[in-house]
């Protein structure tokens, strides 16, 4: 005899679920994934599994969700699995209810749509198909611009607002000529920007120590990251003294904004002077860098706001143009360069998830694949000393002239970026039997935070600086590069894939890195340029 399947005269709070007999086939139907369907298409679950809480409308009464709902994914790559959501219903313009949800195993956007009839019953939606395909592409929409773009393909999906009104070219502009975007201003606004209330101006004094570690704090909490927030940039305060007060630095140059109330320091962006040969073009600039804003503040839109009074307050000193560098996509990039690392401490940077063993490779084979030398190879190298500063200048501003972007550098800026200093800036210069310079190799030193890690705090890093070779090979230089940085305790040495570190990175093994750095000009037009002639490396 058939058996009666026995239902609750009433259904509370969601979908009554059916017995255990029916659950091989009910599993058996969740499990399956049907084909994408066209965007027309809508998935009807059978039945869906609400959370315990109270369903209730804005206005306080009960919402009995009796009714199939109808499921619209975004995506047309959404699974279409997520059979198990929770709704919290909220009653909307003209009655209709939409809620958007994640798919809980592909993590697509779905948009659950309802009609209220005016009984506290939800109906299915009675808006034509083409208002509910309006709905899920303005939604998809907004989902594409959120975060950051990293590639020129996310880039062309997104809005620029603040970009868009400044003196850069356009994303999908194409670009022949060189030459300014806006002329000189002859009148500078005089007045700052306003900035959201609650919110005041400061001009940051380094000088001052307390002043510095509030700069230091700042950004060791609140600066760069990589995507999955697992190392942050650990600029030192030594660091932030060398990299913002190079010759000819100005005090009104180091902008921060304050909290009114208390003072605390949320928000920084700095200017530095340099002269940047763009092509044929020497053009006295700004370099700006350390753009930086406390997370809990990055919904104010303080950032647009403080690269607006930078450039006023570089506009005031009778300069019109700025070079700078992102992770980011924006407009208009002039180079994009890729980092690379070379592996000095394989055991700490797979414990600290930067880098992983290959296939078939155990950490002892790895450690033996980026064994280094104990001693250099290069004859004559040695640590840089101030009498060098005049050849230093002439091999690098020779060296760069086949560059269409770097800087032309005087002594006493030669001496500022290359004079070693511990912990900051290590310079190495090749001296042959003749006493001549011939060559030199630098690093620079920026250590990562290592976050949520028990016994790792931090990752030495050493960064590749400039590089000058014409009678050493260029590889056997690095070489001892390498060799010098494993000496001096680095867990990885970086570089990009600029000027011509290509022709070392591959067989030096350094493996490629996942981040892209764009370079920008401001208020500059000129064509875009490959990163193997890129000859500029800021901090």
């Given at each position: 005899m058939?058996?009666?399947?026995?239902?609750?005269k009433?259904?509370?709070?969601g979908?009554?679920v059916?017995?255990?007999?029916?659950?091989?086939?009910?599993?058996?139907?969740?499990?399956?994934?049907?084909?994408?369907?066209?965007?027309?298409?809508h998935?009807?679950?059978?039945?869906?599994k609400?959370?315990?809480?109270?369903?209730t409308?804005?206005?306080g009464?009960?919402?009995?969700?009796e009714?199939p709902?109808?499921?619209?994914?975004?995506?047309?790559?959404?699974?279409?699995?997520?059979?198990?959501?929770?709704?919290?219903?909220r009653?909307?313009?003209?009655?209709?209810?939409?809620?958007?949800?994640?798919?809980?195993l592909?993590h697509s956007?779905?948009?659950?749509?309802?009609?209220?009839?005016?009984?506290?019953?939800?109906?299915?939606?009675?808006?034509?198909?083409?208002?509910?395909?309006?709905?899920?592409?303005?939604?998809?929409?907004?989902?594409a611009?959120q975060?950051?773009?990293?590639n020129?393909?996310?880039?062309a999906?997104h809005?620029?607002?603040?970009?868009?009104?400044?003196?850069?070219?356009?994303?999908n502009?194409?670009?022949?000529s060189?030459?300014a975007?806006?002329?000189?201003?002859?009148?500078?606004?005089?007045e700052p920007?306003?900035l959201?209330q609650?919110?005041m101006?400061?001009?940051?004094?380094?000088?001052n120590?307390?002043?510095?570690?509030?700069?230091?704090?700042?950004?060791n909490e609140?600066?760069?990251?990589?995507?999955?927030?697992?190392?942050r940039?650990?600029?030192?305060?030594?660091?932030?003294?060398?990299?913002?007060?190079?010759?000819?630095?100005l005090?009104?140059?180091?902008?921060?904004?304050?909290?009114?109330?208390?003072?605390?320091?949320v928000?920084?962006?700095?200017?530095?002077?340099?002269?940047?040969r763009?092509?044929?073009?020497?053009?006295?600039?700004?370099?700006?860098?350390?753009?930086?804003?406390?997370?809990?503040l990055?919904?104010?839109?303080?950032?647009?706001?403080l690269?607006?009074e930078?450039?006023?307050r570089?506009n005031?000193?009778?300069?019109?143009?700025?070079?700078?560098t992102a992770?980011?996509?924006?407009?208009?990039?002039?180079?994009?360069?890729?980092y690379?690392?070379?592996?000095?401490?394989?055991?700490?940077?797979?414990?600290?998830k930067?880098s992983?063993?290959?296939?078939?490779?155990?950490?002892?084979?790895?450690?033996?694949?980026?064994r280094?030398?104990?001693?250099?190879?290069?004859?004559?190298l040695r640590?840089?000393?101030?009498?060098?500063?005049?050849?230093?200048r002439?091999?690098?501003?020779?060296?760069?002239?086949?560059?269409?972007?770097?800087p032309?550098m005087?002594?006493?800026e030669?001496?500022?970026?290359?004079?070693?200093?511990?912990?900051?800036?290590?310079?190495?210069?090749?001296?042959?039997?003749?006493?001549?310079?011939?060559d030199?190799?630098?690093?620079?030193?920026?250590?990562?935070?290592?976050?949520?890690?028990?016994?790792?705090?931090?990752?030495?890093a050493?960064?590749?600086?400039?590089?000058i070779?014409?009678?050493?090979?260029?590889?056997?230089?690095?070489?001892?590069?390498?060799?010098?940085?494993?000496?001096?305790?680095?867990?990885?040495?970086?570089?990009?894939?600029?000027m011509?570190?290509?022709?070392?990175?591959?067989?030096?093994?350094?493996?490629?890195?996942?981040?892209n750095?764009?370079?920008?000009?401001?208020?500059?037009?000129?064509?875009?340029?490959?990163?193997e002639k890129v000859?500029?490396?800021?901090?």
């Open positions: 058939r058996r009666r399947r026995s239902t609750p009433e259904v509370p709070e979908i009554w059916p017995k255990r007999k029916r659950r091989n086939r009910r599993e058996k139907r969740r499990n399956q994934i049907p084909e994408v369907p066209s965007q027309t298409q998935l009807i679950p059978r039945r869906l609400f959370s315990s809480l109270q369903n409308t804005s206005s009464s009960r919402c009995r969700l009714q709902q109808k499921l619209f994914p975004l995506s047309p790559h959404c699974c279409r699995r997520a059979l198990t959501i929770t709704v919290k219903p009653l909307m313009a003209g009655w209709l209810l939409c809620d958007s949800h994640t798919c809980i592909c956007s779905l948009l659950v749509c309802r009609m209220s009839n005016g009984d506290d019953h939800w109906q299915n939606p009675s808006l034509p198909m083409q208002k509910l395909q309006d709905i899920q592409r303005a939604m998809e929409l907004l989902s611009c975060g950051p773009a990293r020129i393909d996310e880039a999906k809005r620029y607002q603040f970009w868009d009104t400044q003196p850069v070219p356009k994303l502009e194409v670009i022949t060189h030459g975007i806006e002329a000189d201003k002859d009148n500078v606004r005089q920007y306003s959201p609650g919110f101006w400061d001009t940051l004094d380094l000088g120590a307390e002043v510095l570690k509030e700069l230091y704090t700042l950004l609140n600066y760069v990251e990589d995507d999955d927030n697992m190392f940039f650990d600029y030192s305060p030594e660091f932030l003294l060398w990299a913002l007060r190079p010759p000819g630095w005090l009104q140059w180091h902008c921060g904004v304050r909290v009114s109330s208390n003072k605390k320091l928000g920084f962006i700095s200017a530095i002077p340099a002269n940047i763009i092509y044929d073009s020497v053009k006295k600039m700004v370099e700006i860098n350390f753009l930086c804003v406390h997370k809990k990055r919904s104010k839109r303080v950032a647009p706001v690269i607006r930078i450039t006023r570089v005031l000193e009778g300069i019109f143009q700025a070079v700078y992770g980011v996509v924006l407009p208009k990039p002039v180079a994009t360069c890729r690379w690392h070379r592996s000095l401490n394989p055991r700490k940077l797979v414990e600290v930067f992983h063993l290959s296939r078939n490779m155990t950490l002892q084979r790895t450690m033996k694949l980026y280094l030398p104990d001693v250099t190879k290069t004859s004559g640590p840089m000393e101030p009498r060098d500063i005049k050849a230093v002439e091999l690098t501003n020779t060296y760069l002239k086949q560059f269409h972007l770097a032309v005087d002594e006493e030669v001496a500022h970026w290359f004079l070693p200093q511990e912990h900051i800036i290590d310079t190495f210069v090749v001296e042959n039997s003749s006493g001549k310079l011939t030199f190799l630098s690093f620079y030193t920026l250590p990562s935070t290592v976050m949520h890690h028990p016994a790792h705090k931090s990752l030495k050493a960064y590749s600086f400039y590089n070779h014409t009678e050493t090979p260029l590889l056997d230089l690095m070489s001892d590069a390498l060799i010098i940085a494993k000496l001096k305790g680095f867990d990885v040495f970086n570089a990009l894939d600029l011509e570190n290509k022709t070392f990175l591959e067989k030096l093994k350094f493996g490629i890195g996942d981040g750095l764009q370079y920008y000009l401001y208020n500059w037009r000129c064509p875009g340029t490959d990163s000859g500029l490396v800021l901090q």
